[in-house]
């Protein structure tokens, strides 16, 4: 049986690793540099890294700044942010990384999904699939960093994506995002029972327990967060022995004894 995955979110805005608010207010942290350094040697499984200001901007991806994260990463790197082409999705690999996350454009396009499955293969194109809670108190799947809303329920997209050869799903809640409230469990849950490849939550996390509920009451795959790991004092390291105590099959560092973390209910050493 494979293992949960911890995976932390860096969100860039040009140079900068930001802190971001329902898709609406962005929060300078740091140099994106240090934030990877960071995570090198705090045991996390993967790092994501999205370039929302390519997104936003329409402009390609930033291969050199990829080709220097992927240098100085060790870990499999998932990358997206301005991919709207297979020749991107090329390059993109070709500068280091190992997965590509598409989404505005695989709304727009969804033959990029097929396409990127049958060339690169499954296991590297993952969708990220943005959600918000509509006029009509539905979930509804958003593009453009959340400002419009496609008519498509994340249910019924999720599951073309997966037929279109995806090998992934990021979901996210806008809604939830940089709320410290906790993931949206029902829109996770209803998704992930909708696909037989992985989900990936993101989106809300305030405090550890929140990390252990995205497994234990929504089933996901693999856990997400940005905010928690930049903005407090919450370690990676932290979060897998929380964890680990939780009964969460986690992998490990060898080189970390957990059961000698002391951890208060809303994981701060104690």
């Known amino acids: 049986m494979l293992k949960k995955r911890l995976i932390p979110c860096l969100i860039l805005k040009g140079d900068k ?8 207010r962005y929060l300078p942290i740091g140099q994106a540099n240090i934030a990877i350094e960071f995570f090198m040697n705090w045991d996390v499984d993967e790092i994501v890294l999205l370039d929302i200001e390519a997104s936003i901007k329409k402009t390609p991806p930033k291969y050199e700044l990829i080709n220097y994260f992927a ?13 709207t082409s297979l020749e991107e999705m090329r390059k993109v690999l070709l500068a280091g990384a190992d997965k590509i996350i598409i989404n505005q454009a695989a709304v727009r396009f969804p033959g990029l999904i097929q396409e990127g499955a049958r060339v690169f293969g499954s296991q590297c194109i993952v969708v990220s699939i943005d959600v918000k809670v509509n006029a009509q108190q539905e979930y509804e799947v958003a593009i453009d960093s959340g400002k419009v809303l496609t008519g498509m329920g994340p249910v019924q997209w999720a599951k073309e994506v997966e ?3 995806a090998g992934e799903i990021l979901l996210n809640s806008v809604d939830r995002d940089g709320t410290k409230q906790g993931y949206d469990l029902e829109l996770i849950r209803q998704v992930q029972k909708a696909v037989n490849i992985p989900v990936i939550a993101c989106g809300g ?3 550890m327990s929140h990390l252990v509920e995205g497994f234990t009451k929504a089933n996901a795959h693999a856990v997400s967060a940005a905010n928690i790991f930049q903005y407090t004092e919450h370690s990676t390291i932290i979060a897998k022995a929380y964890l680990k105590r939780a009964g969460i099959d986690v992998r490990l560092d ?3 004894k957990y059961d000698d973390i002391g951890i208060d209910e809303v994981g701060r050493i104690i």
């Open 71 to 83: 240098k100085h990463c060790f870990l499999p790197l998932s990358v997206g942010g301005g991919i």
């Open 17 to 24: 690793i930001v802190q971001s608010i329902k898709f609406k």
């Open 205 to 207: 996390v305030g405090k």
């Open 254 to 256: 060898s080189q970390v």
């Open 163 to 165: 037929n279109l050869g």
